[in-house]
């Protein structure tokens, strides 16, 4: 049987010929990725994603997976609500699992084994507003009023090192604060200060 493409632009095996192109051009896309990023994306993508959390304030931590074989593991997720939680009013809040899921990323960019230690994640709009009479580099709208934020430093690392493997990321919202001793970051918009 002799099968003419010339109309539908496929193969005999059904297959078009822009997917083989699309599929040849990535193919050749991905040779050009160092092997060393390679290795970070694999570290993230892997089982199982892992945190170790310090709460600096309420001198919490948890080492946990959180993430394994492509699900969520609820009861982690809710001890880590409780560690983020606001140390001034003690309310929690729900943790966006983006922000977890970047933080983990950056761990596995750094290649970590130490526990980030927690200066700031959840906060309710009544500590927002303190905060914000005590200093102006508090956001009215923070992230941190919608658990999409967090303030730390990782043991071992510099604030720089810290700042950059989170702007490679290119993940949201990257804040260099060395006078505190902090990196913030969060999953909104990309930007960086």
């Known amino acids: 049987m ?11 095996l059904g297959i078009s010929r822009r997917w083989i ?13 160092p092997c060393k990023a390679l290795a970070s994306v ?14 600096m304030h309420t001198e919490d931590k948890i080492e946990a997976v959180y993430w394994q074989n492509g699900n969520y593991i609820p009861e982690v997720l809710n001890k880590i609500n409780i560690l983020f939680r606001d140390h001034y009013t003690e309310k929690v809040a729900t943790i966006d699992k983006k ?5 983990s990323a950056i761990q596995a960019k750094l290649k970590s084994t130490e526990p980030f230690q927690i200066i700031s994640g959840y906060r309710s709009p ?15 709208n923070s992230m941190h009023m919608l658990g999409k934020a967090v303030d730390f430093r990782i043991p071992g690392f ?7 493997a989170a702007s490679e990321l290119q993940a949201g ?16 918009e990309v930007r960086y200060w």
């Open 126 to 140: 009544e500590t927002n507003t303190l905060l914000r009479k005590k200093s102006s580099g508090v956001a009215k």
């Open 21 to 33: 192109i699309k599929l040849g051009l990535l193919t050749a896309a991905t040779c050009l990725i």
């Open 173 to 188: 919202g990257v804040g260099y604060y060395a006078k505190s001793n902090f990196v913030h970051v969060d999953v909104g």
């Open 42 to 55: 694999a570290d993230f993508f892997s089982n199982e994603r892992a945190l170790c959390l310090h709460n």
């Open 99 to 103: 922000l977890l899921d970047l933080l």
């Open 2 to 12: 002799i099968v003419d493409n010339k109309d539908n632009d496929t193969t005999p």
């Open 158 to 164: 510099s604030l720089s090192d810290v700042r950059n």
